[in-house]
């Protein structure tokens, strides 16, 4: 069964404390996504990736970081650098950046500030 | 720079009623608008997705617009049904996807 798996759930970070969300996806995708929402807001675009090895930076990418060293896998790293990082992170696959296809979307991490 | 805006924020309407959620957009050249649900604590799914050189787009009880040249969609849901409280979201497509803050809507029996 195809789609987006988004670990952890819920996720907790201490103060100067840098942390790694994952996403992982089976549908064969190109192109990976990291969007941020706040609450009562649309989503925010933080960072995508075309292809392996290489990634974008977004509309807010200050104070993250991502990698992609395999298809499959785009993990994104909220340093102690975001000073506002308790938010709603979603992940989304598309076949290609520029493909007219729609975007899939995991189900999410929520990460709070201790 | 491309800003979707979404009106109602929220909406409460009593089952079985026809609605329309508006989405309106700055920028007219955009390659596609999608519009997408989602459920609380919840990641979005795709709802329909309408090319920039189609008018509209139906799935079911669902039926979406598209006005390029005024900057316009609708999402029109007929017979609406307590299943559908969620949030819908519209986003355009110029170069990467632009959100709108959505519209919560709430179905009461």
């Known amino acids: 069964d195809g789609g987006i798996t988004q670990s952890p759930k819920y996720l907790f970070r201490k103060e100067g404390q840098n942390v790694t969300l994952s996403c992982e996806q089976n549908l064969n995708h190109d192109a990976m996504y990291w969007y941020r929402q706040d609450p009562g807001q649309g989503l925010r675009l933080i960072y995508y990736s075309q292809i392996v090895n290489d990634f974008q930076k977004g509309d807010i990418a200050e104070g993250y970081s991502v990698s992609r060293e395999k298809k499959e896998s785009f993990p994104l790293t909220v340093t102690s650098a975001q000073k506002n990082p308790t938010a709603f992170y979603l992940c989304?696959?598309?076949?290609?950046?520029?493909?007219?296809?729609?975007?899939?979307f995991g189900d999410g991490t929520r990460l709070s500030i201790l | 720079k491309q800003e979707v805006t979404q009106i109602p924020a929220a909406l409460s309407v009593p089952e079985g009623e026809n609605l329309v959620l508006n989405c309106s957009f700055t920028d007219s050249a955009i390659y596609n608008l999608q519009w997408f649900r989602q459920d609380p604590g919840k990641g979005l799914t795709s709802l329909l997705l309408i090319q920039s050189s189609q008018r509209e787009q139906t799935s079911g009880r669902l039926n979406a617009s598209l006005d390029k040249s005024s900057g316009r969609s609708t999402l029109y849901i007929a017979a609406s049904q307590p299943g559908d409280s969620a949030t819908y979201l519209c986003a355009v497509r110029p170069y990467m996807l632009t959100f709108g803050g959505g519209t919560r809507l709430m179905v009461k029996p």
């Open positions: 989304a696959s598309s076949p290609q950046r520029d493909s007219n296809q729609p975007q899939h």
